[in-house]
C-alpha cells in the first residue's frame, strides 16, 4: 500500500490573508497531508518579527484551513531536519521569497519554492489598515 506523500511548510501567519491561503492551498496539491509549523511568538521575536495576533490564535486559524492535516510549533531555526525524519515527510516547501535558504535540507526531502501571492502581504495589510483608519477614523463609521 503506498504510504501517504506528506508536505510541510513553516511561516508565521500573521493576519491570515489570501497569500497564505493561496500557498497553503497549492502545497495541498503535492502531496496527502499537509503539516504546517506555526511560528511560536517567541521564535518571531527570535526572527526579529513583530506579530499582531498571537500564537495561539494564529494555531487556531491555519488549524480551521480545510487543506490542513495538521498544525506544530516552529520554535527554533534548527528543528527542520528532525521534523523532516519525526513526521516522515516527502517535499518541504516555502514561498519563493525564500528561494534558496533551504536547499540545505534536500538530503533529507524534496524542497520545492513556491511563487508568492503578488500584492498582498502582513506588511501591505498593516498599512492599508492604517490608512483606513486615517481616513474613515476608528470607529468604522459609527
Ligand atoms: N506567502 C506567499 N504569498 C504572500 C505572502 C506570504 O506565498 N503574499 C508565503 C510565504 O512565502 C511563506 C508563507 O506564506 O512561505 C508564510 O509567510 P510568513 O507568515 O510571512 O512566514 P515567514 O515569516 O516568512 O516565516 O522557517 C521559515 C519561517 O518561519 C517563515
Not at 490564535?57 to 531555526?77: F, L, T
Request: proline share 2%; aromatic share 10%; net charge negative.
Amino acid at each position: 500500500m503506498q504510504s501517504k506523500k506528506r508536505v510541510i511548510t513553516y511561516g508565521t501567519f500573521d493576519m491570515f490573508h489570501v497569500g497564505h491561503l493561496n500557498l497553503l492551498n497549492r502545497l495541498a496539491e503535492f502531496g496527502d497531508e499537509l503539516i504546517v509549523a506555526v511560528s511560536t511568538d517567541e521564535f518571531n521575536a527570535l526572527k526579529g518579527k513583530k506579530t499582531l495576533i498571537p500564537y495561539e490564535q494564529r494555531v487556531e486559524i491555519v488549524r480551521h484551513i480545510k487543506c490542513v492535516s495538521e498544525v506544530i510549533a516552529e520554535e527554533s531555526w534548527e528543528q527542520k531536519i528532525e521534523d523532516i525524519q519525526k513526521y516522515d515527510i516527502d517535499i518541504f516547501a516555502m514561498g519563493n521569497d525564500w528561494e534558496g535558504k533551504f536547499d540545505f535540507l534536500t538530503p533529507h526531502c524534496e524542497v520545492l519554492y513556491l511563487p508568492r501571492t503578488e500584492d498582498i502581504s502582513t506588511t501591505e495589510l498593516k498599512i492599508a489598515l492604517n490608512e483606513f483608519l486615517q481616513e474613515h477614523g476608528a470607529g468604522f463609521g459609527v
